[in-house]
């Protein structure tokens, strides 16, 4: 089992940036695929970068290329969203997962673990 808790979320800006942080416990973190997903209301879950267990293999939504960077700390049970140029359409709930079980993939249902999700809000 894998605890996950994010933090970082909050109310920004359009232009601006944010940083999420989801911090993990549990079973061993560095063997597992990470990712970071949202949800805005009305829609269903996607996918917005994914990162493999040794953080040199990443995805990105093509919605997010070039403004968001996934990366992790698997000393510190850690993995991050630094999110720049943040868009009104960026609003949503940011969730981290992980992924119980080896290889990389980038679809939700790939993912097994999740935690609870932190409100993003972008003004325009």
């Known amino acids: 089992q894998v605890q996950l808790v994010e933090s970082g979320g909050g109310l920004v800006q359009a232009g601006g940036s944010l940083r999420l942080s989801c911090a993990a416990s549990?079973?061993?973190?560095?063997?597992?695929?990470m990712g970071w997903f949202r949800q805005a209301p009305g829609k269903e879950r996607e996918t917005v970068a994914t990162?493999?267990?040794?953080?040199?293999?990443?995805y990105y939504a093509d919605s997010v290329k070039g403004r968001f960077t996934i990366s992790r700390d698997n000393a510190k049970n850690t993995v991050y969203l630094q999110m720049k140029s943040l868009k009104p359409e960026d609003t949503a709930v940011y969730y981290c997962?992980?992924?119980?079980?080896?290889?990389?993939?980038?679809?939700?249902?790939?993912?097994?673990?999740w935690g609870q999700g932190t409100q993003v809000t972008v003004s325009s």
């Open positions: 990162i493999n267990w040794s953080g040199d293999t990443t």
């Open positions: 549990g079973r061993t973190f560095s063997n597992y695929a």
């Open positions: 997962a992980a992924r119980g079980r080896t290889g990389f993939r980038t679809l939700v249902g790939n993912y097994d673990y």
